[in-house]
């Protein structure tokens, strides 16, 4: 309008539409229908209303999904952070019921044995790789010595080569410098155990004319002072006799898991020929 400022504009036309909307409300309530004036304001504000309305409604909907998303993320991220809980608690359980298991089998086996014996820990393998070794964390002031025989709840696994204070060194039998005096439970044919991979060793010096088949089963014969007698060594799985040959080739799948090894029995018996040399 000519001769208004901005600010006298707005606040004309701010008195115009409250005095229409006195002028509306004063019709509704004698029933009457609008008049002219209320006409003409209703025409002006209703699609100013319509979009206040409109875009008020849009503002609300955009902060709900927003709010919303906010807390479906901090949701998402709390359910994760417990689930990834739950998997940690599940697998600390399941290690605990695994090694409860094991140590079970290890006591029950224990009470099998007449000599005392000591539990020990296996910590780590040779680092050379040059022998088929474990590293376990007992030594000489548990009361290990040179030529301890080691064992588990499946059988044999070696004997002491080293010991330290506080640490000592397995040889297993299924290293090639290893050597077990064995028999066959059943048919008490001997034979020499020698080390050759993980899974197969060699039985040597099984008479030709030795009763042995596959399948029957292999046993300490608690000959040469290191292995009690009548421990697990493992199984006959091959038996093959070559002309002009004096003994069988005999192959032996040990009784021992030897990828699998944790926790080991040591027996506390000392070598009598290492005593009497001693002596």
């Known amino acids: 309008m000519p001769g208004f400022n901005r600010n006298q504009t707005f606040w004309i036309w701010g008195l115009i539409v409250v005095i229409a909307l006195v002028f509306i409300s004063s019709d509704l309530d004698k029933g009457q229908t609008w008049n002219l004036p209320g006409r003409v304001v209703v025409e002006i504000t209703a699609p100013l209303q319509k979009f206040i309305k409109e875009t008020v409604n849009v503002t ?27 998997k940690i608690e ?13 140590l079970q089998k290890l006591l029950q086996f224990k009470e099998t044995l007449e000599q005392p014996i000591l539990a020990a820990q296996v910590i780590g393998r040779d680092p050379t790789g040059w022998f ?20 588990n709840a499946q ?7 080293s010991v330290s204070g506080n ?11 290893s050597a077990v005096d064995c028999i066959i439970q059943r048919s008490r044919d001997s034979g020499i155990l020698k080390g050759y991979t ?29 292995f009690p007698k009548g421990v697990p060594v493992g199984q006959v799985t091959e038996v093959k006799d070559q002309d002009g ?3 069988k080739n ?21 070598n009598p020929l290492l005593s009497n040399l001693k002596d």
Request: glycine fraction near 6%; charged fraction near 25%; proline fraction near 2%.
């Open 60 to 86: 609300e909907e955009i902060w709900a999904k927003y709010f919303n998303g906010i807390n479906s993320y901090n949701e998402n991220i709390r359910i994760k952070k417990e689930l990834a809980s739950l």
């Open 90 to 102: 599940n697998s600390r359980y399941r290690e605990l019921l695994a090694t409860h298991q094991r």
């Open 132 to 151: 088929k070794s474990v590293i376990i964390d007992k030594g000489e002031k548990s009361g290990l010595k040179i030529n301890m025989p080691v064992v």
């Open 155 to 161: 059988g044999v696994v070696g004997r002491l080569v």
């Open 167 to 177: 640490y000592a060194k397995v040889l297993l039998i299924i290293d090639q410098n």
């Open 198 to 226: 993980s899974k197969v060793c060699d039985l040597d010096y099984v008479l030709k004319t030795s009763d042995i088949v596959v399948g029957d089963i292999v046993i300490t014969s608690g000959l040469g002072g290191v």
């Open 245 to 247: 040959e004096l003994f």
């Open 250 to 270: 005999v192959s032996i799948k040990p009784a021992v898991d030897f990828s699998k090894l944790e926790e080991l029995l040591v027996i506390l018996k000392e």
